[in-house]
């Protein structure tokens, strides 16, 4: 019975020395990121009405890096296909803005602690796909694609909508073919 009790008092010991040492380097479970501490062309992007009060953004963490904390910061209450967000990186209570972020966009989580950002800008018949990495210092366009929309499919870039046209073409789908071929190269007719 002594020795249970002297191994929990132990272990109760250990798991206190660990915990008081997170926590005095400064490392919490929940890092926090406030309306006050966001850079100013993040907290600018908005009128005086919709930034009244401290609840006008929403900040998610998102992880940690070898400077600090990352979060994507976004308005509360503006229609998502009108707004922006950004990730926002925090070391030391002092936050940056790292990269504004469309309404959609993915990360990808590959090498290191920064995520890669990848998201496409839509028009109406087409989207340009952009990706961006961290480079060490800061983010970098690494990808700018241009994608084609047919009839509400997508059939990839310029290259791969001319080879689905003519796999069309070859199975006897003209109409296909000649819509491909229109809404990617201007071309009417076959």
């Known amino acids: 019975m002594k020795i249970a009790h002297t191994a929990s008092w132990l272990s109760s010991l250990l798991l206190g020395a660990a915990l008081f040492g997170w926590t005095a380097a400064g490392e919490t479970s929940n890092p926090w990121l406030a309306a006050e501490e966001l850079p100013r062309d993040v907290s600018n992007s908005c009128t005086p009405v919709s930034c009244a009060d401290a609840a006008a953004f929403h900040a998610n963490w998102v992880g940690r890096t070898p400077h600090g904390n990352l979060f994507v910061v976004s308005r509360a209450g503006c229609m998502p296909e009108a707004c922006s967000s950004w990730l926002i990186e925090k070391h030391d209570g002092v936050a940056r803005a790292l990269l504004e972020l469309p309404d959609e966009f993915r990360f990808h989580r590959v090498t290191g602690r920064y995520p890669t950002v990848e998201f496409e800008a839509r028009t109406y018949a087409q989207a340009l796909r952009l990706r961006y990495e961290w ?56």
């Open 135 to 190: 480079n060490g210092s800061a983010y970098a366009r690494t990808l700018a694609q241009r994608v084609y929309d047919v009839n509400g499919f997508e059939c990839g870039t310029r290259d791969e909508c001319r080879d689905s046209a003519a796999r069309a073409l070859r199975a006897n789908d003209v109409d296909r073919a000649q819509q491909i071929w229109q809404q990617v190269d201007g071309v009417a007719w076959i």
